[in-house]
């Protein structure tokens, strides 16, 4: 079972992906759990080992007596990651998490290569607002600021209009220890690392939400992006809770700092060319190339491959059905044939390919869809007999 005894107390957590990966660990804000990433762990996997944990207070880890800390926190998650066996990795952490993330990189800084801090800020406003926080679930337990937590997590939007993380966040605050809750408030109350930020050398990403009312930019991400030596900072059309109200703008955001890449754009992008077309297609227009092609050959690895198919938000096999659908409906059959034979040979089912020509058939025509479908019959016909 994934759950480690660290510091004194139970902790349970996720270890998913390939161990290969670089790793990059999630942490969640107060009041909610592991749970919370799960709009990220798609595109994450595709590039990371991806470690989510429930913090101390939370979810299915312990609830011990009293009020926490940060540090407390940050050696909670140093002794997760000796546990594992993990000996350095990238850090995401929205609100509480990214209280502990800033913790980390000051005491820690050996231990991250990188720094994400989400909806964060080195100082969560008035103590008296955690005071009255927690009073309140003393007195009328978790369902007492259930109300002001929605509120303050979700846009008006994204209430109204039901999206499903907001039932799941509700869900996980409700059913939550009111003791963790009380114990993490204090973590926040007595949080001030503002006099520490210029000490920060972990490359860092800072991520506010523009609907924000818990830690809005200004004073908040706007400080952390100011005081911390080169951070760099994306602002999204969210509330505090920005990876359940954008998660594709935020894992947008996420993966283009994580996997930033110095390589030079020809290199990267023959790599990515013999990935999506294959070694066989790649060596035999290398081998045509001639001086009169040499530039153009250059052209499409530098800035069709290098730069747009080795963008990390969209996977291999969704550009693919967006390739096909564009080759189909602007008649550009040799290139449809190309990613139709390569992406049977790697990614692509039939029915992959049997919906995006449906679609086809809707928006660009019937004798368009006519078309592609027989040629698709003739390759899906080639292809069966070499399975």
Known sequence: MPFATLNGIRHYYRLEGIEERPVLVLAHSLGADHGMWQPQMPDLLRHFYVLRYD???HGASDVPTGDYSVEQLGRDALALLDHLGIAKCSWCGLSMGGAIGQWLALHAPQTLTHLVLANTSPRFGDP??????RKAVQEGGMAAVLSLAMQRSFSEKAIRTHNEYVSLFRSVLLGMDPQGYIGSCAVLRDFDNTDQLSK???PTLVIAGDHDVST?????????????????SMRLAAAHLSNLEQPQSF?????????????DSTTKGFTVRRRVL??????KAVAATTDFSRDFQDLITRYAWGEIWSRPLLDDRTRRLLVLALMAATGRWEEFRL????GLNRELEVCDLKE??????????????????HLAQEQLAQHSTKV
């Open 251 to 263: 894992n947008s955001a996420v993966l283009g700092f994580l996997l930033s890449d110095s390589s």
């Open 128 to 133: 008296a607002l955690w005071k009255s926080r």
């Open 200 to 202: 920060i050398t972990v």
């Open 55 to 57: 913090i101390r207070g």
């Open 216 to 232: 809005p930019w200004a004073g908040n991400g706007e400080v952390l992006a100011g005081l911390i030596p080169n951070a760099t």
């Open 339 to 342: 990613h139709l034979t390569s």
């Open 278 to 283: 294959g070694d066989a297609h790649v060596d």
């Open 356 to 373: 995006v020509l449906l679609l086809v058939a809707i928006y660009s025509g019937l004798p368009t869809a006519n078309t592609a479908f």
